[in-house]
């Protein structure tokens, strides 16, 4: 079993669709939680962040960490066609063996259709 | 002007040949970063470097050696290539070692004949 699941999907949604996406984890050493986004034959660029529980929001874009269920979301609102890519939660710790390191989900393949 | 850029972004080689990638960050940053991506999407970190000094190596068959000339620059070589090994490899780089903002590199993808 991995560290970090996440569904690949692939989802389809509606143009103006809230898309919800998520990751869980067992690694309870995780404290930073991001979201990268990755356009096809691109590489991932990272969308938002999250330090340890809470909730964040950017435009369009709301991520949640749930730490005590070791659950984090990524939702979109309004969602366009040009939102259409793969989404990857990734984690790091503050210390130990996960320090510096990312582990990402497998990606979840979304695409919005007009 | 591309912040993380890779050469070659296309390899196509056969099974038993070496080859190498390369990578260059313009931004300034102490960390750089090999990660793989399989035909499944997963993307895992194979080697990082910090200031030229090797600080994550991953479980990654030792026919794979990097080498950092510089804090700018992040080799990856390849030695003896296996049909496993094709992948798209991606150079990515953050601040300093305890970043977790990394900025990825197009990637280089490998196929292996």
């Known amino acids: 079993q991995e560290e970090v699941e996440q569904d690949p999907g692939p989802l389809s949604v509606p143009e103006g669709a809230i898309v919800s996406l998520n990751c869980t984890y067992s690694?309870?050493?995780?404290?930073?939680f991001m979201w990268y986004r990755q356009y096809s034959r691109k590489g991932p660029e990272l969308l938002m962040y999250t330090y340890s529980s809470g909730n964040k929001e950017d435009g369009r874009f709301t991520a949640q960490v749930d730490k005590s269920s070791k659950y984090i979301s990524l939702f979109i609102r309004d969602s366009q066609p040009s939102d259409s890519a793969t989404y990857l939660c990734a984690m790091m710790g503050a210390g130990g063996t996960s320090y510096g390191k990312l582990t990402f989900g497998q990606g979840t393949i979304l695409t919005v259709h007009p | 002007d591309t912040a993380v850029s890779q050469t070659p972004k296309y390899l196509v080689t056969q099974m038993g040949n070496d080859k190498s990638i390369k990578c260059e960050q313009n931004?300034?940053?102490?960390?750089m970063y090999w990660y793989k991506q399989d035909s499944k999407k997963f993307l895992k970190i194979m080697f990082s470097y910090n200031n030229k000094e090797l600080i994550i190596n991953e479980t990654v068959p030792n026919r794979f050696s990097p080498k950092s000339p510089d804090k700018a620059h992040l080799n990856l070589h390849i030695n003896s290539l296996e049909l496993g090994d094709s992948a798209v490899y991606f150079c990515?780089?953050?601040?300093?070692?305890?970043?977790?903002?990394?900025?990825f590199g197009p990637g280089t993808r490998l196929t292996v004949t």
């Open positions: 990515a780089s953050s601040q300093d070692r305890g970043s977790n903002e990394q900025y």
């Open positions: 690694n309870s050493a995780f404290q930073y």
């Open positions: 931004l300034g940053h102490d960390t």
